[in-house]
């Protein structure tokens, strides 16, 4: 199976600092979308951000932001600034438009402290 | 408003049982999907559909079946032949393959009594 991984299981970081989550994922297509997700305590699914694999340029919402490597197969997530409703599941998620199917990662449970 | 439906929130099966979690969508969204979500595994795809009247098996899709005879509903049946299907099932849709959003459910909590 073509995989998404996310090594973090858990993460904590202070109120209004920064934090890093990573993702690395194996695909055998040219062409396919990376998203984050978050599930807050309400287990609702909120779409972070999304990236188009041919799009160099990294995405940017806001205080969140990724780094996207296209050779290593990486798509970190980058919450700048973070805030106790950060706190939440983060998922990483990539979409193949050939196949059509939507695969994510195991998630990394994020608490934002004050 | 525009969404999309799990009902029920919460369901009790007993052993042996066959039972049918809902999943209707008002978004004219082409593509839908379901999910098992237990702690520490993330969103595991049972099964996902591109059009009415197809579908395909995901990376969990033994004990379960499905069906896609509207656009709008994607039911998933969870079947007794599933050896642990205690989980969080969470239904989702996207108008298409590529880079579009998927707006989710708000999930089903199943549990084997």
């Known amino acids: 199976a073509q995989t998404v991984t996310q090594s973090q299981p858990e993460m904590s970081v202070q109120e209004a600092e920064t934090v890093t989550l990573s993702c690395t994922y194996d695909t055998s297509e040219s062409n396919y979308y990376l998203f984050w997700y978050k599930q807050p305590p309400s287990r609702q699914m909120i779409l972070v951000i999304r990236q188009e694999a041919y799009k160099q340029q990294n995405a940017t919402e806001n205080r969140f932001s990724v780094n996207f490597q296209k050779a290593a197969k990486s798509f970190s997530l980058k919450i700048s600034d973070s805030q106790l409703g950060d706190t939440a599941m983060y998922f990483c998620?990539?979409?193949?438009?050939?196949?059509?199917?939507?695969?994510f990662g195991k998630g990394t449970k994020l608490s934002v402290k004050p | 408003d525009g969404g999309i439906t799990q009902s029920p929130k919460y369901l009790f099966r007993k052993e042996g049982q066959n039972v049918t979690l809902s999943c209707e969508q008002n978004?004219?969204?082409?593509?839908m999907y379901w999910y098992r979500q237990d702690p520490g595994q993330g969103l595991r795809l049972i099964y996902y559909s591109q059009i009415v009247n197809d579908f395909q098996k995901g990376d969990i899709a033994e004990g379960y079946s499905v069906s896609r005879e509207k656009k709008e509903s994607f039911p998933l049946t969870v079947t007794s032949a599933q050896k642990n299907p205690t989980a969080f099932y969470l239904c989702?849709?996207?108008?298409?393959?590529?880079?579009?959003?998927?707006?989710f459910g708000q999930g089903t909590r199943l549990t084997v009594v």
């Open positions: 978004l004219n969204h082409d593509a």
């Open positions: 989702a849709s996207r108008s298409g393959p590529w880079n579009t959003e998927a707006f």
């Open positions: 998620a990539r979409a193949d438009g050939s196949q059509g199917n939507l695969i």
